[in-house]
């Protein structure tokens, strides 16, 4: 596998534009790292087209979707809100979703809906 990209440069949580959008949760997995990332994508995308560009991101690095969702942020009110599921993937397990996102995005409330 090619491992080139460093730590450093994984970015946990990845949220493309204000608004409303869907979501994927990935584990990424080098030859010794294993990690888990939040990428999102226009609204009427696909989650599974969500995936194709994670798998452009990390070319030849093992790749397992660990469910979807929705994201809503807002930049106004500096408020993330995550809930749904993916009808492809399955839900994402949204508190995972909610942790990578807050160090990602730390300005901001993280709100998780049911």
């Known amino acids: 596998m090619n491992s080139k990209k460093s730590d450093a440069k994984i970015v946990a949580a990845r949220i493309d534009h204000i608004g409303y959008q869907k979501y994927v949760l ?3 997995v080098s030859q010794d790292r294993t990690f888990v990332i939040v990428r999102t994508g226009d609204s009427l995308e696909q989650h599974v087209k969500i995936l194709r560009v994670v798998q452009k991101e ?3 690095w093992g790749i397992r ?3 979807g969702g929705y994201i809503t942020i807002s930049e106004r ?4 809100e995550i809930s749904g ?4 993937f399955g839900t994402a397990e949204h508190d995972v979703a909610t942790r990578l996102i807050r ?3 730390p300005g ?3 709100i998780t809906l049911f």
């Open 26 to 28: 990935v584990r990424v």
């Open 85 to 88: 599921s993916s009808k492809r």
């Open 58 to 60: 990390f070319p030849g």
């Open 65 to 67: 979707v660990l469910g």
């Open 77 to 80: 009110t500096k408020t993330i």
């Open 103 to 105: 160090e990602s995005y």
């Open 108 to 110: 901001f409330e993280v």
